[in-house]
């Protein structure tokens, strides 16, 4: 392995190195080629301001697309032979170029290099995110325009309460969507400011364009202070797994939901086999494993969000303990966004066993109406409370009536669909 900062006269320990590399190098190959479009941003940088050649930019520039094209065909690999990304995009730089290479690295460091990278990645995360959420929340307004009519119980603790629809179910699931939708927006356009030119985080002796940069790489700003660009290191990171874990904790309860319809005991919902397994011993079995597995994501992103946090009990500046923010960011951000991934065809083929939600609709479940009604009519509330408890008052109602009834705003009666499709829309138009 060749070091950048290698000195003579000072020993490398095989263990040692690899311990200071970790799993870094591999890590690396997820901003691969992040850093190869910021390294280009970097030589316009300073071909622009004359310290390379416009020949050797020309060079860089080519050598920068050859060694992406490379990277995209698997002809070159990034692997122990180098610490980290970083070094060996200098490396082959250096190697195929030879002094153009030498001097790509004038007025970086390897920890705005870093920074860089990730936050274009990040930049990239939370566009799928955003764009993941909008499509969730779109299949569930859908389903909760077709099922508005569809009578389902509702429940609270567990218990059976009162009459809801499918179409109110689902309308939720809409709504918490299009918020985490725009939340992932936002996270964007917080993290969306430029670290590179803040070198090892005090700035450097050299006229850097960083607002030509900033423009270069489609920053929405230039992250000013070179200080609070390490800052953010981790910082920016929690956020994006914040933001995620909005959309993880409600995917959490949406797979609850429907682990628990598919039991025998409810049998509200019928999944596609697909979604579900067999067992090793019971021949009778087939296991919503896919379904717990999404639900199980939640823990995953939140436990890299909390890893993160902890990484990151530092003072101001650079430590070498930052790299350890790579592992859990690619691991939450990867894990949480392929098990998104899988939702929309979730929500879209589970189907609903009617006759099992019909016959769960008890007597019982008009109480609230009952006594609601008998207030409506005059009667104190606590009275009608006290006369729509006594069983002999119940009885068998249609729950399309019950449902029609429930008119106050968003509720089964009145869902108002319209609004949360006009946020949508606004979403879509990037204006939420
Ligand atoms: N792998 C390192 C990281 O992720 C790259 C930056 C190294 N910088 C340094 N000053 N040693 O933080």
């Known amino acids: 392995m060749s070091l950048l900062w290698q000195k003579s006269g000072v020993e490398v320990d095989a263990c040692i190195q690899s311990f200071l590399a ?6 690396d190959r997820e901003f691969f080629l992040h850093d190869i479009e910021a390294s280009h941003a970097h030589a316009q940088g300073l071909a622009s301001i004359g310290i390379l050649s416009q020949d050797e930019y020309t060079a860089l520039a080519a050598g920068l697309d050859a060694l992406a094209a490379d990277w995209r065909a698997g002809a070159f690999v990034l692997d122990e032979r180098f610490e980290d990304g970083h070094s060996a995009i200098e490396a082959v730089l250096t190697e195929r170029l030879g002094d153009a290479g030498r001097r790509i690295h004038t007025g970086r460091s390897r920890n705005d290099q870093v920074l860089v ?14 764009s993941t ?14 099922e508005a009519k569809l009578p389902m119980p509702g429940y609270t603790h567990l218990q059976r309460a009162v009459v809801s629809s499918a179409g109110h179910w689902w309308a939720a699931w809409a709504e918490a969507f299009i918020d985490n939708a725009s939340r992932a927006r936002a996270t964007r356009d917080w993290i969306d400011a430029n670290p590179l030119g803040t070198a090892a985080g005090y700035g450097v002796n050299l006229p850097l ?11 929405a700003r230039l992250q000013v202070n070179p200080g609070y660009a390490q800052l ?8 994006a797994l914040e933001a995620l874990s909005s959309a993880t904790l409600d995917l959490r309860r949406f797979a609850w939901d429907v682990s628990l319809f598919t039991t025998a005991e409810f049998g509200f919902v019928q999944l596609p086999a697909r979604y579900t397994t ?3 011993i019971m021949p009778n079995k ?14 995953v992103v939140a436990a890299a969000r909390a890893e993160i946090e902890q990484v990151v009990a530092l003072p101001s500046g650079y430590h070498r303990d930052l790299q350890f923010t790579k592992g859990p960011l690619v691991r939450g951000l990867g894990h949480g966004l392929r098990a998104l991934a899988l939702l929309p065809d979730l929500m879209r083929s589970l189907q609903w066993r009617r006759e099992a939600m019909a016959a769960a609709l008890d007597p019982s479940m008009y109480a609230t109406d009952l006594a609601i009604e008998l207030a409506r009519d005059g009667i104190p509330f606590r009275e009608a409370y006290r006369q729509a408890a006594d069983p002999a008052r119940w009885a068998e109602r249609d729950p399309m009536d019950s449902i029609d009834a429930r008119v106050s705003p968003g509720a089964p009666g009145a869902l108002r669909l319209e609004t949360l499709r006009q946020r949508l829309a606004a979403f879509d138009e990037g204006k939420a």
Do not use: Y
Request: contains cysteine; proline residues 1%; charged residues 30%.
């Open 22 to 27: 970790g799993d870094d190098v591999q890590l």
């Open 117 to 130: 990278a990730t936050r274009l990645w990040l930049r990239e995360r939370l566009d799928e995110l955003a």
């Open 133 to 146: 959420c909008g499509e969730v929340a779109t299949i569930a307004l859908d389903r909760a325009e077709a």
């Open 209 to 219: 364009e960083r607002d030509a940069a900033t423009q270069a790489l489609g920053f």
């Open 232 to 239: 953010s290191r981790g910082k920016f990171e929690m956020a």
């Open 278 to 280: 067999g067992s090793s």
């Open 286 to 299: 087939r296991n919503p494993d896919v379904v717990e597995l999404l639900r199980a994501s939640h823990a």
